[in-house]
């Protein structure tokens, strides 16, 4: 009997192991899937996104109008990107929504290459926002689940997604120099479809879920036709420290909103149009060396304290932009620039990450990107109409909102 026992115990523990090991073997083929994708997806983002606003202006925009382009973005994706997480959650499906994001995102870039008025470009920038917003809390908590050291997985992807993006910025910049800007689009429509397909191929473990009947209540009001979440977790997280935490990344990107809306046009006349794609492609070159190993200081340190180095960089990165005229400075404050981001999109994921239950985590993760979102409607308002009078005012206004948010964020702990 004693044998029996033991050999029973010996057998499930090699099936544990056995267990462990298969499931293993998936996180690391998903971790690999994933990284592909992505690194092709911020490829046609890295081409597509710095030529907007000069896409705008060749179609005869104004700068408002420039400006509006980011707002109609961020204005749908703040709307739309809760619900998203939240139906991701109550699904247990992260590849699916990844999936829809991307290949929306691809349609409407493929589209723009055929548009020929800045309306019909502000138009399918909107369906982007609605539809787009679908990728971003499960992406963001897909990662989160690949791994138990947030900084550093957060680190890793941002490390190779800033890589595509660099990829893309140099990239973009020959092909509007040989194919033209409308080429370019189509060219990055392409891509995130081939990266959508590539998403599919992750394997996600069967879970349960919940029902979907009653998840989403239609009401008719005085604001229109409008989502509901039912049951959702946004109360709970806009509370008490996590609350005020949401409110400085609302601000941050209300400053960053002001710049990189109107930065593209500003580069382009003052350096000229090939300086589009090179400065952008600086940024994403230091934001891809340096994701990872800022990543693992994070988890080391504390989310906190990097995330006050992410404010102050931010206030740096603006003013000397808006002071330095010589091209190589510039180059170097690029780099500064990419540094600063890659800071903010690690130790905020992170926070996130260490501070919401995981059952709630795509919420937690879509509130972030909401509030990322929000904020590039405000700044962007700013932006287009500062930068009218003076872009020089723009960039050194945005020191408001980055010294309001630096003082807040003070009260978090850590």
């Known amino acids: 009997m004693r044998g029996l026992k033991r050999e029973h115990t010996l057998l ?12 293993l073997k998936v996180k690391r083929r998903n971790v690999l899937v994933l990284a592909v994708a992505m690194f092709l997806a911020n490829v046609a983002f890295g081409m597509a996104f710095p030529y907007l606003g000069v ?36 699904t247990g499906n992260r590849k699916g929504f990844i999936a829809f994001g991307l290949a929306s995102m691809g349609l409407f870039y493929a589209m723009m290459s055929f548009s020929n008025s800045p309306a019909q470009v502000l138009l399918l920038r909107t369906l982007q926002g609605i539809f ?9 908590a897909l990662i989160s689940e690949l791994s138990t050291r947030a900084g550093s997985i957060f680190g890793l992807f941002n490390s ?47 879970a349960g879920r919940r029902s979907l009947l009653g998840m989403i209540l239609v009401q008719e009001g005085r604001e229109g036709w409008r989502a509901t979440v039912k049951g959702s977790a946004f109360r709970r997280l806009m509370r008490g420290h996590l609350g005020i935490f949401y409110v400085t990344v609302f601000l941050v990107m209300v ?14 006349e003052t350096f000229g149009e090939w300086s589009v794609g090179v400065i952008f492609g600086i940024e994403s070159l230091a934001a891809a060396l340096t994701g ?94 500062l930068s009218g009078i003076s872009f020089t005012l723009n960039f050194v206004s945005t020191l408001i909102p980055l010294g309001l948010a630096f003082f807040l964020a003070l009260k978090l702990p850590e």
């Open 160 to 206: 190779i997604e800033n890589a595509g993006y660099m990829a893309g910025n140099f990239l973009g910049s020959l092909i509007v120099g040989y194919l033209g800007i409308r080429k370019l689009f189509l060219l990055s429509g392409f891509l995130l479809f081939l990266s959508a397909g590539t998403i599919l191929l992750i394997h996600e473990r069967p």
């Open 292 to 385: 990872y190993f800022l990543g693992k200081l994070i988890d080391e340190y504390g989310a906190k304290r990097f995330y006050f180095v992410a404010i102050a960089g931010y206030g740096l990165a603006f003013l000397l932009y808006a002071i330095i005229k010589n091209i190589w400075l510039v180059f170097g404050v690029a780099f500064l620039s990419g540094v600063k981001w890659v800071l903010t999109i690690n130790s905020t994921s992170t926070y996130v990450a260490r501070n919401v239950r995981v059952s709630e985590r795509a919420q937690g993760m879509g509130l972030l990107n909401a509030m990322m979102s929000l904020g590039w409607v405000a700044g962007p308002l700013i932006g287009g109409y």
């Open 132 to 140: 787009g917003s679908a990728m971003m809390p499960a992406h963001s």
């Open 55 to 90: 896409y705008m202006r060749l179609l005869g925009a104004s700068m408002f109008m420039v400006g509006l382009l980011s707002v109609a973005f961020n204005l749908t994706s703040t709307i739309f990107q809760y619900p998203f997480g939240w139906l991701s959650d109550s």
């Open 12 to 23: 499930q523990g090699h099936r544990e192991k056995a267990g462990k090991h298969r499931r």
């Open 255 to 268: 400053a960053s909103g002001q710049f990189y809306s109107v930065s593209a046009v500003y580069f382009r």
